[in-house]
């Protein structure tokens, strides 16, 4: 192997590695408000990338369809639990959160479809119509059983992958798709080594947003109370922060980064309804590399991941997946060793 | 919303065609089973091969004076779904032929049911099955090494020497790189390279790398549909300037569109009937391609983009030509006639179809030769005749 090589390797590692970081920061943030491995992340980006690749095609992307049915099942749901609880007073307030706001982004997005409008218009709303997938799905499936143990919790997240996908495909069918470059900027380096625009962009979006996300935990009252709920969500309650509120706001976060990571990723890989899991699993390794807690350890676990994989492809195309999912043993083994049994939180939730 | 209307669109397709079918039950001499995909991941062939097989009964409504009737169950691309509609076909509904389907494994698993109940099976994919163990199939689709040894000619009169191959790393790939290495040795080409790649890779940055550092005259690649057209995306992005070469996998209105400019001159077999237009006018099947397309035309409203319609077609002049000289031997309808069919089809000699020129004979599952394949150039999103 050259240096040329070497190089051209460690970009497009890095590049996939951006991808897998913004993955992970949205399943660490998950995991750590709510205790849910959110496996339907990658099928939320998938969802972002197929709609925009339905909006370039001029067709109306059938995503709006599920997240008006989606926010219609969520609404219900939360207007039995107001009247149960006799409290029919707030029904006004809850029709429109759960219903007017969803709304919003399936009106917009209508409006997109026409001919004619601009492309950063379609990416704009393709990411803002996948906003609402998860906040939704967590009113309708995660909070009844917020406090059911972290098992049952991945079962129930598992299940709603293999329905997101199946609904993918009947959406967009078994076909994958690409889109047009966000850019087609080619940036040179010495010695005739060059960068697409593309990758620039992936790695700055993910520079830039992990920046974003350490401000807003650092300076924000929203930042912090997700902090304290990630920390001990029966300390958090007890200082006044409503942990269904805060876990919608880790939802809505995650749901937006999937967004993102759908139109990134788009122009440069061909989506399948199908992509979004392959993807949620690598950012899964490297979020097991940080805990499941740690965001700067998932990060490096993440431009890992994204490394090894591409160094792995050129090695052995065939045993690639093999060799980035072998991480994960040294990586479980070395943290048994070394971590002190931490206390078990759903203990404290279940008393 | 569009894709809801689409499978409410074919719903009512399989509707009406079934529907068709028990209208005509008791006119009907003759009875064709066919069982495709009209819904699951493969509905993108069956609903063509379900198409093709309305424009073949149109085209062929009678043979020797008797009517044909086509009974079509959807499998729903489930092989344990396409066994069982094999079993329904022949116990209720009685019918001579069996033929099918979208998918590999489905069509098997309807050779299976086929074989048990004495019944012959028109397969319309290149199944994959030792012919002395199920005497009563064949396939009207071209064997993956024919196609393979077409590209190879088409190397060696381009002159090249070295060869790399990246595909898949599944059955298809494997297909594909045996037939490779068989036909390369023959034409003085060596292969360089045998990566691959899953079908749901994002990049095959890595794989490309190595095969460009090895600097071969070409590149071969064994995928299909959509995902074989990442190395021909990673290819042009690493610059290189050497042939690429793909296979009849790669034949797909939604590949041409995923590939964009990365595909431009790309060499692929495929049969004739993709280029009909631009064939010679001595080529054997230019003369009924022309005519399938008109009928085809006529009775879906829509113009043929694809192989698989023609597939369908084709196993239906297969079934017409073998039924026409079996029913001198017994009546329709009877075990006597399923065997006579299926001999009679093992004995088909020089049927002209829209893929091919078919002879079959007993111990082998295809029956097609060198006319039925071409070689195509990927010319700006069309698929342009590379004599």
Redesign the interface.
């Known amino acids: 192997m050259?240096w040329d090589?070497a190089l051209?390797?460690i970009t497009?590692g890095l590049a996939?590695g951006a991808v897998y970081l913004l993955a992970g920061l949205g399943l660490v943030l998950i995991f750590s408000v709510t205790r849910v491995v959110f496996v339907p992340f990658g099928d939320i980006a998938a969802f972002a990338a197929l709609s925009l690749a339905a909006f370039e095609t001029g067709?109306?992307p059938?995503t709006?369809?599920m997240v008006a049915v989606l926010a219609a099942l969520a609404l219900a749901t939360e207007i039995g639990s107001l009247l149960r609880r006799g409290e029919g007073s707030r029904i006004p307030k809850a029709v429109l959160m759960w219903g007017v706001l969803p709304a919003i982004p399936c009106v917009l997005a209508w409006l997109a479809a026409r001919p004619g409008v601009p492309v950063a218009v379609h990416i704009a709303v393709a990411v803002l119509l996948v906003v609402p997938i998860a906040p939704l799905l967590a009113r309708v499936v995660f909070q009844p059983i917020a406090d059911a143990s972290v098992l049952v919790l991945l079962i129930v997240s598992l299940a709603l992958h293999f329905l997101l996908s199946g609904l993918g495909?009947?959406?967009?069918?078994?076909?994958?798709?690409?889109t047009t470059p966000l850019t087609s900027a080619v940036f040179t380096l010495g010695g005739g080594f060059t960068v697409?625009g593309q990758v620039v962009l992936m790695v700055g979006a993910a520079i830039v947003l992990s920046g974003l996300f350490f401000l807003v935990f650092e300076r924000t009252v929203a930042g912090k109370a997700l902090r304290a709920t990630a920390v001990n969500r029966v300390g958090a309650r007890l200082v006044g922060i409503r942990p269904v509120r805060t876990a919608l706001l880790a939802y809505g976060c995650a749901s937006l980064l999937a967004g993102l990571i759908g139109v990134l990723?788009a122009p440069?890989?061909?989506m399948?309804y199908?992509?979004g899991f392959?993807?949620g699993l690598k950012a899964f390794v490297a979020a097991i590399i940080g805990g499941l807690v740690s965001y700067p350890m998932t990060a490096v676990g993440a431009l890992a991941v994204g490394v090894v994989e591409?160094?792995?492809?050129?090695?052995s195309?065939?045993m690639?997946?093999v060799i980035v999912f072998s991480l994960l043993i040294p990586v479980l083994m070395l943290r048994s060793f070394m971590v002190t049994h931490s206390e078990e939180e759903e203990d404290e939730v279940d008393q | 919303?569009?894709?809801?209307m689409l499978?409410l669109t074919r719903g009512a397709l399989a509707a009406a065609l079934t529907a068709c079918g028990v209208a005509s039950v008791f006119a009907a001499d003759l009875k064709v089973g066919l069982s495709v995909s009209l819904s699951g991941?493969?509905?993108?062939l069956g609903v063509p091969y379900a198409k093709g097989m309305q424009a073949a009964l149109a085209y062929k409504p009678e043979i020797n004076g008797r009517k044909v009737q086509l009974i079509v169950l959807d499998d729903g691309s489930d092989p344990t779904t396409a066994g069982r509609n094999a079993r329904k076909l022949i116990e209720e509904d009685k019918v001579d032929v069996l033929m099918g389907t979208s998918g590999v494994p489905a069509a098997i698993a309807m050779a299976q049911v086929g074989k048990e109940a004495k019944t012959p099976m028109i397969g319309l994919t290149p199944i994959l099955l030792d012919p002395n163990e199920n005497p009563w199939v064949m396939t009207v689709a071209q064997p993956t090494q024919l196609m393979i040894d077409a590209v190879v000619e088409r190397m060696k009169r381009n002159n090249v020497k070295t060869v790399g191959y990246?595909g898949f790393?599944d059955a298809w790939g494997d297909l594909v790189y045996d037939a490779l290495m068989k036909a390369a040795p023959g034409a003085g080409i060596k292969v360089v390279s045998n990566?691959?790649?899953?079908r749901?890779?994002?990049?095959?940055?890595?794989?490309v790398?190595?095969i460009v550092?090895l600097r071969p005259d070409a590149v071969m690649t064994g995928g299909a549909?959509?995902?074989g057209?990442?190395p021909f995306l990673a290819l042009q992005?690493?610059g290189y300037k050497g042939g690429v070469y793909g296979q009849h996998g790669l034949i797909n209105p939604?590949f041409v569109?995923?590939v964009?400019a990365a595909g431009q001159n790309a060499l692929m077999p495929t049969g004739p009937v993709i280029v009909a237009e631009q064939l010679p006018d001595g080529y054997p099947t230019k003369k009924i391609a022309t005519d399938f397309r008109a009928v085809f035309q006529k009775v879906n409203n829509a113009p043929t983009s694809d192989a698989f319609s023609a597939y369908s077609f084709d196993g239906w002049l297969v079934f017409a030509d073998a039924a026409s000289r079996a029913m001198k031997k017994a009546e329709p309808g009877t075990a006597e006639f399923r065997v006579a069919l299926r001999d009679a089809i093992f004995s088909t000699k020089e049927v002209v179809g829209t893929h091919g020129v078919y002879t079959f004979k007993p111990g082998s599952l295809y029956g097609v030769d060198e006319r039925a394949r071409v070689i195509v150039k990927l010319d700006n999103g069309q698929w342009k005749l590379a004599p």
């Open positions: 050259t090589v051209i390797l497009d996939n067709r109306v059938a709006i369809g495909l009947l959406f967009f069918g078994p076909e994958g798709s690409r697409s990723i440069v890989t061909t399948y199908d992509s392959i993807i591409s160094f792995a492809s050129f090695w195309g065939a690639k997946d | 919303m569009k894709s809801l499978i991941p493969n509905s993108s990246i790393t990566e691959r790649y899953a749901a890779d994002a990049s095959v940055t890595g794989q790398l190595k550092a549909g959509t995902p057209a990442l992005e690493r939604d569109r995923v964009g």
